[in-house]
């Protein structure tokens, strides 16, 4: 059985309704984790029935107010415990000023102003950054020694004190939980199920839990947006929580994809610092990351570019592409709607900055016009994966020229029918690209075509001229070979 057969066995056998049942029931923590992860490896392959099965159970059953709330439950101490930490080290820092400004009143004038012209390069920031993570962790390990009852104050899931119970960097167990909480939201909504994207935003009930908006508010707390700084990014993500960060821009971005228009405006018009934190994401600098783990900075920086054309996806306004623009310059955004912008981005520009990056996304990028069901078309732009390099020229204009187009609609049908054969030459010449002398072969099979063809020819013309026929009674030379030419070589030999 394939892995889609056995989760809809199991989905028949009533594995959907018994995780229902137990994420709203229970009151262990561990039994809800292991519950959520099992959800996140049961479904490895995102199918429409488990879904489906899902959603009816929710809205059928009028379980889906109870069902949502543990989740907003979750969220919001995850969001709580998030800001206690964060309001632990302000205060750190605000207590350590508050010292060093009444030393400083015992120390001469002259030197207080020689003092103040020091400038603090990298490198000074970055050992007193060590030295306090250094003083934090003694001072932590004081307090767990004087107090150890109170280091296990969070066990339940009750949002801690500050760090008492957290080494640098480390998340507790409220806020460990959300990375699988928000896995399984976005595979709720993968393949794009306008249902159960709309359920998350609201479940038409009593008490509707919005966990759109949650799940962006918990990206502003995360990202530290909450202190009032976001250039300060780097000082809140680092190696232990930007796998979190990272599952949070996806699931935001599945909330959206399709288009969902109603999620759209719900990230895009909420009054937490979504769209900035997401604008923040892309263009500052995360250090100190960067520099030890620029890999991870990487990948952070994608998932929050997608999910900000996913708030723009298919939109024939440009409310939210203008909002956006807003908070940009306006270099820095790729913009359908604005026809400055379109100019900036065409390689050869007036400036010539930045033409090796458009000519790479030129290059990496294509086009496609849709029609949508409303009867407007759309243009679509998609990233063209590595493997459509190895596909020939030939096998272009084959498809090109040969793809059925007598009915409307026809054409989409035949090309999908070839995409398999396709592929399978890409994944062929991929591996003739290993052997130069066969790929230079493959490479010119359209010029060896060509020989063969000319040869052919010049063995029929030989065979028309100077076949010998006097053997042949009542048949005229000429006539006999025309004759023999027509045939072809191999029945002239026969």
């Given at each position: 059985?394939?892995?889609?057969?056995?989760?809809?066995?199991?989905?028949?056998?009533?594995?959907?309704?018994?995780?229902?049942?137990?994420?709203?029931?229970?009151?262990?923590?561990?039994?809800?984790?292991?519950?959520?992860?099992?959800?996140?490896?049961?479904?490895?392959?995102?199918?429409?029935?488990?879904?489906?099965?899902?959603?009816c159970?929710?809205?059928?059953?009028?379980?889906?107010?109870?069902?949502?709330?543990?989740?907003?439950?979750?969220?919001?101490?995850?969001?709580l415990?998030?800001?206690?930490?964060?309001?632990?080290?302000?205060?750190?820092?605000?207590?350590?000023?508050?010292?060093?400004?009444?030393q400083?009143?015992?120390?001469?004038?002259?030197k207080k102003?020689?003092?103040?012209?020091?400038?603090?390069?990298?490198?000074?920031?970055?050992?007193?950054?060590?030295?306090?993570?250094?003083t934090?962790?003694a001072?932590?390990?004081?307090?767990?020694?004087?107090?150890?009852?109170?280091?296990?104050?969070?066990?339940?899931?009750?949002?801690?004190?500050?760090?008492?119970?957290?080494?640098?960097?480390?998340?507790?167990?409220?806020?460990?939980?959300?990375?699988?909480?928000?896995?399984?939201l976005?595979?709720?909504?993968?393949?794009?199920?306008?249902?159960?994207?709309?359920?998350l935003?609201?479940?038409?009930?009593?008490?509707?839990?919005?966990?759109?908006?949650?799940t962006?508010?918990?990206?502003?707390?995360?990202c530290?947006?909450?202190?009032?700084?976001?250039?300060?990014?780097?000082?809140?993500?680092?190696?232990?929580?930007?796998a979190?960060?990272?599952?949070?821009?996806?699931?935001?971005?599945?909330?959206?994809?399709?288009?969902?228009?109603?999620?759209?405006?719900?990230?895009?018009?909420?009054?937490?610092?979504?769209?900035?934190?997401?604008?923040?994401?892309?263009?500052?600098?995360?250090?100190?990351?960067?520099?030890?783990?620029m890999?991870?900075?990487?990948?952070?920086?994608?998932?929050?570019?997608?999910?900000?054309?996913?708030?723009?996806?298919?939109?024939?306004?440009?409310?939210?592409?203008?909002?956006?623009?807003?908070?940009?310059?306006?270099?820095?955004?790729?913009?359908?709607?604005?026809?400055?912008?379109?100019i900036?981005?065409?390689?050869?520009?007036?400036?010539?900055?930045?033409?090796?990056?458009?000519?790479?996304?030129?290059?990496?990028?294509?086009?496609?016009?849709?029609?949508?069901?409303?009867?407007?078309?759309?243009?679509?732009?998609?990233?063209?994966p590595?493997?459509?390099?190895?596909?020939?020229?030939?096998?272009?204009?084959?498809v090109?020229?040969?793809?059925?187009?007598?009915?409307?609609?026809?054409k989409?049908?035949?090309?999908?029918?070839?995409?398999?054969?396709?592929?399978?030459?890409?994944?062929?010449?991929?591996?003739?690209?290993?052997?130069?002398?066969?790929?230079?072969?493959?490479?010119?099979?359209?010029?060896?075509?060509?020989?063969?063809?000319?040869?052919?020819?010049?063995?029929?013309?030989?065979?028309c001229?100077?076949?010998?026929?006097?053997?042949?009674?009542?048949?005229?030379?000429?006539?006999?070979?025309?004759?023999?030419?027509?045939?072809?070589?191999?029945?002239?030999?026969?």
């Open positions: 059985m394939s892995l889609a057969e056995v989760q809809c066995h199991l989905d028949k056998e009533g594995a959907s309704d018994l995780v229902i049942d137990l994420i709203m029931n229970t009151t262990s923590d561990r039994v809800f984790q292991e519950s959520i992860c099992w959800l996140s490896h049961y479904w490895k392959v995102e199918t429409p029935t488990i879904q489906r099965s899902f959603f159970r929710l809205t059928e059953d009028k379980k889906s107010e109870k069902f949502f709330r543990v989740f907003y439950d979750r969220m919001k101490v995850a969001q415990e998030i800001k206690a930490t964060v309001t632990v080290n302000t205060s750190d820092l605000g207590n350590r000023k508050r010292d060093d400004d009444s400083d009143k015992d120390v001469p004038v002259r102003a020689r003092d103040s012209a020091v400038v603090m390069t990298e490198d000074v920031r970055e050992q007193l950054l060590e030295a306090s993570s250094a934090k962790k001072f932590n390990s004081y307090r767990r020694e004087a107090d150890p009852e109170e280091h296990f104050n969070s066990a339940d899931g009750q949002p801690s004190s500050g760090d008492k119970n957290q080494d640098e960097g480390e998340m507790s167990f409220v806020i460990i939980i959300m990375q699988p909480i928000l896995r399984f976005q595979l709720l909504c993968e393949n794009h199920n306008r249902d159960l994207q709309n359920f935003r609201c479940q038409n009930n009593k008490n509707n839990y919005n966990l759109v908006c949650e962006l508010q918990f990206l502003d707390c995360i530290g947006s909450t202190t009032g700084g976001l250039g300060l990014l780097g000082l809140y993500i680092n190696e232990k929580n930007v979190l960060i990272n599952q949070t821009l996806e699931s935001l971005t599945e909330y959206c994809q399709g288009p969902c228009h109603e999620n759209q405006n719900c990230i895009a018009t909420h009054e937490s610092n979504g769209i900035d934190i997401i604008i923040a994401l892309i263009l500052n600098d995360i250090n100190p990351l960067g520099k030890k783990r890999d991870l900075v990487l990948e952070l920086k994608n998932n929050a570019s997608k999910l900000l054309l996913a708030i723009m996806e298919s939109r024939h306004d440009s409310e939210n592409a203008e909002r956006i623009l807003y908070n940009m310059r306006p270099k820095e955004l790729l913009a359908r709607h604005n026809k400055e912008l379109s900036m981005l065409r390689p050869g520009g007036a400036s010539g900055e930045g033409d090796e990056a458009l000519e790479f996304y030129a290059k990496h990028t294509a086009q496609i016009e849709i029609v949508r069901q409303d009867r407007t078309m759309e243009e679509i732009v998609f990233p063209v590595n493997i459509c390099e190895f596909l020939t020229s030939e096998s272009k204009l084959r090109y020229y040969t793809t059925e187009r007598d009915e409307q609609g026809s989409i049908n035949d090309f999908f029918l070839r995409a398999e054969d396709l592929f399978n030459e890409m994944n062929w010449q991929k591996k003739l690209r290993a052997q130069p002398v066969l790929y230079w072969c493959s490479r010119n099979i359209s010029v060896w075509s060509n020989v063969s063809f000319n040869l052919a020819v010049l063995m029929n013309l030989l065979v001229f100077f076949y010998p026929l006097e053997g042949v009674h009542g048949v005229c030379h000429i006539t006999g070979a025309v004759c023999c030419s027509l045939l072809g070589p191999h029945e002239s030999f026969s």
